[in-house]
């Protein structure tokens, strides 16, 4: 039973970055389209980025592009999203999902079988 454990949360001001990571285990992530999915309090959870089981397609929500990068490395069983300028707006705890399948991203929660326990990010001055 694969198993997803985000990390690299915290307490950061306007204008800074993290990391976080998404680390799989008790199986592999290979053939699996990931996601970062954000909910913030009161809010439904929303859609960050996905990427494809290579790492060569991946797609962003308006609110972050340009801001967010998703990445994975298959060998080490991590996906990554790089949040750089983090605004207020951003805070909120950040999920990883995976879903098996090397097909079209998938930017629906609904569809995504397999979540993590959520890191949380803050953003605050």
């Known amino acids: 039973q694969v198993q997803l454990v985000e990390s690299g949360g915290g307490l950061v001001q306007p204008g800074d970055a993290l990391k976080l990571t998404c680390a799989a285990s008790?199986?592999?992530?290979?053939?699996?389209?990931m996601g970062w999915f954000r909910q913030a309090p009161g809010k439904e959870r929303e859609f960050v980025a996905t990427i494809s089981w290579t790492g060569g397609s991946s797609r962003y929500a308006d609110s972050v592009k340009e801001r967010f990068t998703i990445s994975r490395d298959n060998a080490k069983n991590e996906v990554y999203l790089q949040m750089n300028d983090l605004k207020p707006e951003d805070t909120a705890i950040y999920y990883c999902a995976a879903e098996r399948g090397t097909g079209v991203l998938i930017t629906s929660a609904r569809n995504y079988s397999l979540w993590g326990q959520g890191t949380q990010v803050t953003v605050s001055s």
């Open positions: 008790g199986g592999t992530i290979y053939t699996s389209i």
